[in-house]
C-alpha cells in the first residue's frame, strides 16, 4: 500500500511538470464595452513590459475565436482593441508575456501591457494592460489601465470582465502526435 502512494505522488508530479514544460495555444480577444473610460492617474510607466517575453512573429498563430470577436460590434456597444492567438512555450510553472496593438509612439503603443501565467491544470492568468491615448507630437496624453486575476481552465473560453473593459482568454495545451487533439469546432453555442 505504501508503494501505491509513492507512485500516485509521483505521477502527479509528474503529470504537473507536463503541463508546466508544454507548448499552449493562448488567443486574447480584448475589448472596450458601451464606450466608457476608465481613466487613472498616472500614465502607462515607460517600462510597461516589465521584463516579459516579447511575441515575435515567429510565435503568432491565426486567430479562431473570430467568430466571437464578430460578434463584439459598435452596433451591439463593444470596441475590439487586441485579438492576438501565440504560441506559448512553457519551461517551467510561470510564464510572462508581453503584447501590444497598433503603432509604437516613442516606445507605447495604443494597447501595450503583459500576461503573467501561472501553468497547470486550471491556468492563473494575471492581465496587466494599458489603454492609451497620444498627443499630437506623440507624446502620451491619458492611460487607462485594465488589471485583473483569473482561472482560467484549459480548452474553455473564459470571460473576464473589468468595466468597462472585458477580455475572452482561451489556452490550449497542445498534444503531441500521439495524443490527438479532441475535434473542437466553433463553440459558438457556449455564448448564444
Given at each position: ?140 496624453l491619458s492611460s487607462?489601465?485594465f488589471k485583473h ?31 490527438p487533439t479532441p ?10
Amino acid at each position: 500500500m505504501r508503494y501505491m502512494i509513492h507512485f500516485a505522488l509521483l505521477f502527479s508530479l509528474c503529470s504537473a511538470q507536463a503541463f508546466a514544460q508544454g507548448t499552449q495555444l493562448v488567443e486574447l480577444i480584448v475589448f472596450r464595452q458601451d464606450n466608457a473610460s476608465l481613466p487613472v492617474s498616472q500614465l502607462a510607466p515607460d517600462e510597461w513590459a516589465q521584463g516579459a517575453t516579447l511575441i515575435t512573429r515567429k510565435l503568432q498563430r491565426t486567430t479562431q475565436l473570430d467568430y466571437l470577436a464578430k460578434k463584439l460590434t459598435p452596433d451591439s456597444g463593444y470596441e475590439v482593441l487586441l485579438h492576438q492567438t501565440w504560441l506559448q512555450h512553457s519551461q517551467d510553472a510561470t510564464a510572462k508575456v508581453a503584447v501590444m496593438a497598433g503603432p509604437a509612439r516613442f516606445e507605447h503603443y495604443p494597447v501595450e501591457g503583459s500576461l503573467t501565467f501561472s501553468l497547470a491544470r486550471n491556468n492563473k492568468v494575471q492581465l496587466d494592460l494599458w489603454f492609451n491615448q497620444f498627443n499630437p507630437d506623440h507624446t502620451l496624453l491619458s492611460s487607462e489601465r485594465f488589471k485583473h486575476r483569473a482561472t482560467v481552465a484549459n480548452d474553455q473560453v473564459t470571460f473576464i470582465d473589468h468595466y468597462p473593459f472585458g477580455a475572452l482568454i482561451r489556452i490550449q495545451p497542445q498534444r503531441t502526435q500521439a495524443s490527438p487533439t479532441p475535434n473542437r469546432a466553433n463553440h459558438a453555442e457556449d455564448f448564444e
